[in-house]
């Protein structure tokens, strides 16, 4: 099995056909459960004697405290711990990341952003009865200076914004990445321009708020997680309180109410648990942690900040050279650069990027759905207004400049033939399939020459860039059959946020092993001991998809070299083979029915060769015949095949750049009409176009589309985080004011899923659920301008950047 | 331990609430909401809290046949009131559960149980509802995962099936 981790090639044993894999109507297994209202998410959970925990949040940008007072707190009627502090149990730093570990404290005394959680943690036998004691609590706040503005942040005369985390710059890192020389780059153009962007801060708005429940039964810890990377989660866990072993912590993973990578990122995510943990300890009684919904605001995704770019390019749209300058407001992982898309895929010879990533008193800025979002919006910007300089179609821009690393598309071609792909131009299959769907051709005119007779602005916008499902990655499952009945079990504990891969590894698993799909189950929620590659990174179909696959060939080669062997040696006899005088090879299995493939008329169904349990254990039974013991000679109809069990796993090495080209694309067409006079954009129609390589499942890759894009349109023109410039306060942190896109903001949605099999994931298949979220917003930008004639420079698109580019505010 | 601890506590009131058929007596202290007692006290957790502020739907339940947010109104205020949450809707086997199995009108699910209440309230009282108006009855759950354009097809096809006839989209699943 080891060269199936040689993923840096085409899948060289893809099956020969396929039964469910890519078919439409398999139904998801989990929706019964989410449509009846019986799924349940951790913070359903309620356990008998159960507390409930809630931080105290700093009212001010950033402050420490100086004294607190926690007496009359601790005398409410309910309250049965207030942790502080200044606990000597809680001096240290401990492991609270839900990514890597780390060792930060989990109750802080300073604040960085208004609204951090700080200070003190009370428990209570309510969420009321907590918040009502949190009221009590009296602090003796010492203020410091605070920016919220990360241009502001990196004057030299600036205040510093977390001197405990960056003593020396609000400036705490500079990213540089690149290929060529960009200086011979814009000798060798015909025209430069220059150009800028700044996106506001925008921010998951998971609808399950971040919680947490903990129990000790005795000195096993008994942890229920809404995180992503529930092994982390574990790992963390067994550092605490002086270590405890990963055998003794039974973690449940239910069902999660989404944070789409956002909460799940942060280096202090897990400080709830710990201190729930702690005050489980001491009240003898299981704690329950949660977030308010405002509290889920404050932290963000991580494409806001201000953006400058310099573009060199011929008159034909060959580009020669882009330069750019990021400041990037308090990303917790600046590496992943603002141009590593262009270096991707394009041709474009000569690249630079710097990131400056800027520390401001807001919170924390994580990948969200995803951490590739600045690269993209980079390709769109790019490429749209060299276009738009040019006069020329941005489809032609594109298509001119497909590539990778500096190569053009033919020596990209050369590179999918060597490495076993069937050859596919994938960004022209792709803007081919896009544009009859919107009617580019039909439609597309030049900026601002588009009125329509409602007086609007027609606008119509493009933009492309490589499909991901790439990054570094690995997961494990096991998998068996089950007694009596054979129904297949995957055991991998995951954090179901939605995207419902667990449904295409069952799928994965049904045509690898010849079982009908509906006796699969992917069994994700509790921790039976593998884990497999997390919703996030990109990463996890294809990692994941390759591990069920691995585990499921070797359990079926391990079912077939079963039925053709000696049956169950006891103290009595030996039992003979299922199928005598036949090889492993000369069967195969289909819809649950072992099978000699020169006679079908000799099967046996996998159930039958397993057999239920019985009285005599787990792995024997007398399926209806008496017990007869002891007599020789007799022969029993009894079967003892060992268990049908195995495991399979799948490492990952691929990084963003260097390590494996990417051959997939994704296209996207966006129409608008724009309100002069209002600033109001209205979207009429998007059409998304993905490169999924191979289609697993359909109703995950349609509804990550059009989910994605209407996650999309909310970021781009309707969703940002705004704080008063005077008190360092978040104003809008509830759904009211922050508003998310409803069904009808949006007009129509046509996903186009294009198979080109030159994806890395099994059977050529690539990711598709960050995709779409994470490219469309900037969408917004060219589609407008094509509107307007006028570039929009600030995003999200709200009316009144519209009307100030219009001149008119 | 904390001394001088106070001894006040809340006052409850006994309400009749018949939720899904079943008719309870509830002590409720007067600040609970509807929500609150659902989910908390009587284990219907599939009536979720997303906003806690009336902006999302999540937690909407039908009251004497409307569309309600539940985080919204006071337990207290709700004696002798009957109340349909998701759970009895599904224990009904109303086909619009099926139907939105059937096209994946779910992703994370968080929001699934309020748009599965607003969308049967919406064909009690119009069995033949056209898309806009689908969306003007729609428009009041947030989906954050973005599966609107999917309830559509589900709640055309669950009032077809409630109206008799055959399936909306003219066979019995859908083929590539």
Same mark, same amino acid.
């Given at each position: 099995m080891l060269d199936a981790f040689d993923n840096k090639v085409a899948d060289p044993y893809p099956l020969e056909e396929y039964k469910v894999i890519g078919r439409r109507g398999v139904r998801r297994n989990d929706g019964v459960e989410k449509a009846s209202g019986s799924a349940r998410y951790t913070l359903d959970v309620q356990l008998p004697g159960m507390l409930h925990g809630r931080f105290l949040t700093s009212p001010h940008p950033h402050a420490e405290i100086v004294a607190m007072d926690t007496l009359a707190a601790e005398s409410m009627?309910?309250?049965r711990c207030v942790l502080r502090y200044d606990d000597p149990d809680l001096a240290e730093g401990v492991a609270v990341s839900g990514h890597e570990l780390n060792a930060v404290? +989990?109750?802080?005394?300073?604040?960085?952003?208004?609204?951090?959680?700080?200070g003190a943690f009370v428990v209570a036998d309510s969420e009321e009865m907590a918040e009502n004691a949190l009221k009590k609590i009296k602090v003796d706040w010492k203020q410091r200076p605070f920016v919220l503005d990360i241009e502001k942040a990196i004057e030299p005369d600036a205040p510093l914004t977390n001197p405990e985390e960056f003593?020396?710059?609000?400036?705490?890192m500079v990213h540089n990445e690149g290929i060529g020389d960009v200086g011979k780059g814009f000798a060798e153009a015909d025209r430069t321009i220059d150009f800028k962007w700044t996106f506001g801060l925008n921010t998951?708005?998971?609808?399950? #708020?971040p919680c947490g429940v903990w129990r000790w039964n005795g000195d096993f810890a008994e942890v229920w997680v809404k995180q992503q990377r529930p092994h982390i989660a574990k790992r963390a866990i067994s550092t605490w309180f002086g270590g405890i072993p990963m055998s003794k912590i039974d973690l449940h993973c239910p069902y999660?109410?989404?944070?789409f990578g956002g909460w799940s990122q942060?280096?202090?995510?897990l400080a709830g648990t710990y201190l729930a943990a702690l005050a489980s300890r001491r009240t003898g009684r299981p704690v329950k942690w949660a977030f308010n919904r405002r509290e889920d605001f404050y932290g963000g995704n991580m494409d806001a900040g201000v953006f400058y770019v310099k573009v060199g390019f011929k008159? /034909?749209?060959?580009?020669t050279a882009v330069s750019m300058r990021a400041v990037t407001?308090?990303? /917790?992982?600046? $590496?992943?650069?603002?141009?590593a898309h262009l270096i991707e895929n394009t041709k474009i010879p000569h690249v630079q990027g710097r990131t400056e990533a800027a520390w401001v008193n807001k919170g924390h800025t994580v990948p969200t759905r995803c951490e590739m979002n600045i690269n993209t919006y980079t390709v769109n910007l790019v490429c749209n207004r060299v276009a738009d300089e040019l006069g020329m179609d941005p489809v032609e821009v594109a298509l001119i400049n497909d590539g990778a690393e500096g190569h053009d598309i033919e020596w990209l071609n050369q590179r999918k033939a060597e490495q076993g792909f069937e050859v596919r131009d994938s960004l022209h299959e792709c803007v081919v399939r896009g544009k009859t769907a919107i009617g580019w051709d039909e439609k597309w005119h030049a900026p601002g020459a588009g009125r329509l007779p409602n007086g609007r602005m027609h606008g119509l916008g493009f933009t492309w860039t490589h499909e991901w499902d790439d990054s570094a990655g690995s997961g494990e499952v096991a998998i068996m059959f089950e007694r009596n009945d054979a129904s297949v079990t995957i055991f991998g504990c995951r954090a179901?946020?939605?995207?419902? +891969?667990e449904t295409a590894y069952c799928q994965i698993a049904a045509d690898e092993l010849g079982v009908?799909?509906?006796?699969? #189950?992917?069994?994700?929620?509790?921790?039976?001991?593998f884990y497999t590659m997390t919703? /996030?990174?990109?990463t996890n179909l294809s990692v994941n998809g390759w591990a069920v696959r691995n585990a499921a060939r070797i359990l079926k080669q391990k079912l077939l070299e079963t039925a053709v062997a000696p049956r169950a040696k006891t103290q009595l006899t030996c039992f003979p083979p299922a199928?005598? /005088?036949?090889?492993?090879?000369d069967l195969d299995v289909e819809d649950g029915v072992i099978f000699e493939k020169a006679n079908h008329k000799n099967q046996m169904s996998i159930a039958d060769f397993i057999g239920p349990s019985g009285a005599m254990g787990p792995?024997?039974?007398?399926?209806g015949e008496p017990l007869l013991v002891g007599k020789e000679g007799i022969s029993y109809p009894y079967r003892g095949t060992p268990p049908m069990f195995d495991h399979g796993w799948q490492i990952q090495r691929g990084?963003?750049?260097?390590?494996r080209l990417r051959f997939c694309r994704q296209a996207y067409f966006m129409e608008v009409e724009v309100d002069?006079? $209002?600033?109001q954009v209205e979207i009429v129609k998007v059409v998304t176009v993905n490169d999924?390589?191979?289609?697993?499942n359909w109703d995950g890759c349609e509804g990550q589309a059009y989910g994605g894009a209407i996650m999309g349109i909310g970021r781009g023109m309707m969703e940002e985080v705004v704080?008063?410039? #005077?008190?360092?306060?978040?104003?809008?942190?509830?759904l009211l004011n922050y508003k998310i896109p409803t069904?009808?903001?949006?007009?129509d949605i046509e996903t186009i899923m294009v198979e080109?099999?030159?994806?890395?994931?099994?059977?050529?298949s690539v990711g598709i659920g960050e995709d779409v979220a994470t490219v469309l917003p900037a969408l917004l930008g060219p589609a407008v301008q094509n509107a307007?004639?006028?570039?929009?420079?600030?995003?999200?698109?709200t009316p009144d950047r519209v009307l100030k580019a219009l001149g008119k505010a | 331990m904390p001394s001088g601890k106070q001894t006040t506590t809340v006052s409850h009131e006994v309400i009749s609430l018949t939720v899904n058929g079943q008719t309870h007596e509830i002590p409720v202290q007067p600040q609970w909401t509807l929500q609150y007692v659902l989910h =908390?006290?009587?284990?219907?957790?599939?009536?979720k809290e997303f &906003?806690? =502020?009336?902006? &999302?739907?999540?937690c909407s339940v039908i009251m004497d046949g409307r569309a309600v947010l539940s985080c919204m109104?006071?337990?207290? =205020? &709700?004696?002798?009131r009957t109340v349909e949450t998701v759970e009895g809707i599904a224990q009904a086997g109303h086909p619009l559960i099926d139907a939105y199995v059937k096209y994946s009108c779910?992703? &994370?699910?968080?929001c699934t149980p309020g748009f599965v209440v607003t969308a049967k309230a919406l064909l009690d009282r119009n069995p033949d509802p056209t898309v806009e108006q689908i969306k003007e009855a729609m428009v009041g759950n947030l989906c954050r995962c973005g599966t609107y354009p999917a309830h559509i097809k589900a709640i055309q096809e669950a009032a077809a099936v409630l109206r008799g006839a055959e399936t909306a989209q003219g066979g019995a699943g859908r083929e590539q």
């Open positions: 009627p309910g309250v404290l +989990a109750l802080p005394g300073v604040a960085h952003f208004q609204g951090e959680e700080c003593p020396d710059s609000n400036l705490w998951w708005v998971g609808p399950e #708020r999660q109410g989404a944070s942060m280096a202090w995510n008159l /034909d749209g060959t580009i407001l308090n990303q /917790d992982m600046p $590496t992943f650069g603002v141009v179901d946020v939605g995207v419902n +891969a009908p799909v509906e006796t699969v #189950r992917f069994k994700h929620q509790d921790d039976a001991g919703p /996030d990174t990109s199928f005598p /005088d036949l090889e492993a090879q792995i024997t039974s007398t399926v990084t963003y750049l260097g390590v002069t006079e $209002t600033g999924v390589g191979k289609v697993i704080y008063d410039e #005077r008190t360092g306060i978040m104003l809008n942190g509830n069904m009808m903001d949006y007009g080109t099999a030159m994806g890395y994931g099994p059977y050529g307007l004639g006028v570039w929009v420079e600030g995003f999200p698109i | =908390e006290r009587l284990g219907l957790f599939g009536t &906003c806690a =502020e009336g902006a &999302c739907g999540a109104i006071l337990a207290i =205020e &709700c004696g002798g779910m992703q &994370c699910g968080f």
